[in-house]
C-alpha cells in the first residue's frame, strides 16, 4: 500500500512519514492488499491542535478516520483505532451477509472535485445494492445520507440517517 502524506500549515518529517506508513501496516491482517492501493493521509496545523484525516479509497467503500489531538503522533495512534474499529464493525457485517466471502476485494474511487472557496462538487457513479448494503456504506463513510440504486426497482433511493435514531429511505416514482 501506498502512503501519501500531505501537511498545510506544518512540514511533514520523515518521522512523520514513517510513524503514519508504521501504523497503517496493520491493514496487512484484515484485507488482501492491493500494490494500487493508496492511503492518504492529510496533516493540519490550527493553532495548538493537529488534525489528522486519513482516507482510504477502496472498492467496497472509502475507509475514513479524523481525529484532532494536540499531539501528532496521538493523533496518528487515534486515527489508527478509529480505522480499525471501522473496519471490524464492517468486515463482521459482511461475514455475517455473506458467509462464503472471507476476504475484502479493494480499489475503484468515486471521483471528487473541489473548487475555490466553499463548493464541493461530488460526481458518484451508482451501484446497484439492496437496502442494507446501502445503509452500510453510509456508515462506514460517516455521512448522513447515501444514493444508491435498488437491486429490485432498478430506480435511484437515498437512505438517511434520521435524527430520532434508525433510518429513512426516500424511494423515486
Known amino acids: 500500500m501506498k502512503v501519501q502524506i500531505y501537511g498545510k500549515n506544518i512540514s511533514i518529517t520523515q518521522g512523520m512519514q514513517e510513524k ?6 496493520f491493514l496487512d491482517k484484515y484485507f488482501i492488499i492491493d500494490d494500487n492501493l493508496t492511503a492518504n493521509v492529510v496533516v493540519k496545523v490550527h493553532t495548538n491542535d493537529v488534525k489528522v484525516e486519513i482516507t482510504i479509497p477502496t472498492k467496497l467503500a472509502v475507509l475514513r478516520a ?6 501528532f503522533y496521538a493523533a496518528v495512534d487515534l486515527a489508527i483505532d478509529k480505522l480499525e474499529d471501522q473496519i471490524r464493525r464492517q468486515k463482521t457485517r459482511l461475514e455475517r451477509k455473506h458467509k462464503d466471502k ?3 476485494a479493494f480499489l475503484e474511487d468515486e471521483d471528487t472535485s473541489e473548487e475555490d472557496v466553499l463548493v464541493k462538487t461530488k460526481s458518484i457513479t451508482l451501484t446497484e445494492m439492496d437496502l442494507e448494503d446501502a445503509i452500510m ?3 462506514m463513510l460517516g455521512h448522513d445520507f447515501f444514493i444508491y440504486k435498488d437491486e429490485e426497482t432498478h430506480e435511484i433511493n437515498v437512505v438517511y ?13
Open 66 to 71: 479524523e481525529v484532532t489531538h494536540k499531539d
Open 137 to 139: 456504506r453510509m456508515e
Open 20 to 25: 503514519v506508513e508504521n501504523k497503517l501496516k
Open 102 to 104: 472471507l476476504a475484502l
Open 161 to 173: 440517517a434520521r435524527h430520532d435514531g434508525g433510518y429513512g429511505c426516500i424511494e423515486v416514482e
